[in-house]
């Protein structure tokens, strides 16, 4: 079997046996959704497509924190052994960080897809086209978001590391890429952190997607937050999308160098835990 083809099934695996991080991520998506989409349906009057522009930003928000939180797989793989079982093997590290990245961004790409089902029993207008560019965004953002996560996974080396470090990115991303509280509406000082988001850009894309908006003008779409002017340049959603997808080919070779250098011989092995993390019977 191919070696990343034999990491994305057992992650998958392992993530469907954890029936209470499945309902906990699931939950969490639909609790915002909800919340959104009643809460703060008024606030969004003036738009044609409130309800669209609402529901793609808590949609695209969900399959952001869901491919950073499940990077942590790879910090249970280290402390379990399993790690030190995959290098010893004829394995390119490559193949290792592409392997918890497709599967990161699969599972990432599913719940979005569930969440995506919800909106549209919510209100959410898409047609079949629609359906299948948005889950598209869905699979590229999230393998982007996978290798960001991966990286700051191998960089913190345990668990509560992470989940500092990863509360740290991703809140400020959160609020300021555009999708709960837009961008045209964000003091000045924000908008360097805004442009440098490569949440903000995956965001414009997926509700340029939502809205339909491919008849809107340059000037408009940078009114409704899909289109940004940075010192008279121009970035369209699609150029955006370049941006995010760049960003996360650079954060995966951030994370193939970090294995490469990384001595694994030197982790402890959790008591009683053989490879692949499972309690030792």
């Known amino acids: 079997m191919n070696p990343i083809t034999a990491i994305v099934e057992r992650n998958l695996l392992n993530y469907l046996r954890s029936k209470g991080r499945v309902f906990g991520t699931l939950f969490m998506s639909m609790f915002m959704l909800v919340m959104f989409s009643f809460l703060m349906k008024s606030s969004m009057s003036g738009l044609d497509a409130p309800m669209n522009y609402l529901i793609s930003g808590v949609i695209i928000m969900s399959v952001f924190q869901t491919s ?25 590290r490559t193949q290792i960080s592409m392997g918890h990245i497709l599967s ?9 897809v569930v969440t995506l089902l919800a909106g549209i029993v919510l209100g959410l207008r898409v047609n079949v086209l629609q359906i299948l560019l948005l889950v598209g965004i869905m699979l590229i953002s999230a393998m982007a978001f996978c290798a960001i996560g991966l990286f ?5 080396r345990n668990s509560p590391a992470f989940q500092t470090i990863s509360s740290m990115v991703m809140m400020p991303l959160t609020f300021v890429s555009g999708a709960y509280i837009p961008t045209t509406v964000m003091p000045g000082f924000l908008l360097p952190i805004v442009y440098l988001n490569p949440l903000t850009y995956t965001t414009a894309i997926f509700r340029f997607i939502a809205l339909r908006a491919y008849t809107l003008t340059t000037e408009e779409l940078i009114d409704q937050g899909m289109a940004f002017s940075i010192g008279g340049c121009v970035i369209t959603p699609l150029m955006g999308l370049a941006i995010a997808i760049l960003t996360g080919a650079l954060f995966f070779m951030l994370c193939v160098r970090k294995f490469n250098r990384a001595d694994f011989s030197t982790i402890k092995v959790a008591a009683r835990m053989q490879g692949g993390g499972a309690p030792a019977r």
């Open 152 to 156: 700051l996974a191998t960089v913190s």
């Open 68 to 92: 950073v939180n499940n990077s942590s797989d790879i910090l249970s793989d280290i402390s379990g052994g399993y790690m030190k079982e995959v290098l010893v093997a004829p394995i390119a």
């Open 104 to 112: 990161g961004a699969v599972i990432a790409t599913l719940q979005g």
